[in-house]
């Protein structure tokens, strides 16, 4: 899905806002991860899982942005050079081919902690259209479907509680994924 034109900032680098499991496993290389605010979108619990924190039996849930409010996540700096094979990776990641896609990229204005000028980074927004798409959810509802959910890549908790620790590390707060984390019954 990478075209000849990069989505480089003004100031020629390539920015990626993550705002879940891209915190705590970019998997990429980049030279500089800053707190960052997006506004129109929040994250959410939105998207059926059925692969990697569910099964089709036993579905989990994984965040995307949804629109409306604002999230606070991470902007990743990659250098001119690494831009390219940077967003070969997250496309694979992220929009896989044969799988049913749940996410569209885009381009969007984020302000880095300490910047006075918005940058433009690439994030990845929950597909409404998708089948995938779940409407809102109470926090009770997410919280038992999280908690019994498992799939490839390990258990829905983990990914809810990993995202939960590296916000709080970058001293980010997420109410409502810690309404529904405070609702988790025992293991």
Known sequence: MV???????ADGHLYVFGYGSLIWRPGFTHVAAVPALLRGFHRRFCLWSHRYRGTPEAPGL??????????RGVAFRVTPADAEQVLAYLDDRELPDGAEIVYDRRVLPVRMQGATAPVRAVTYVARRG??????????EAAAAIIARGRGETGSNREYLLNTLAHLGALGLRDDAL???AALLPPE
Request: proline fraction near 13%; glycine fraction near 10%; hydrophobic fraction near 35%.
């Open 3 to 9: 075209t000849a034109a990069l989505p480089l900032d």
């Open 178 to 180: 810690t309404r529904i």
């Open 62 to 71: 994984v965040l995307g942005l949804d629109r409306g409010g604002a999230c």
């Open 130 to 139: 998708s089948p995938h798409y779940c409407s809102p959810l109470t926090p």
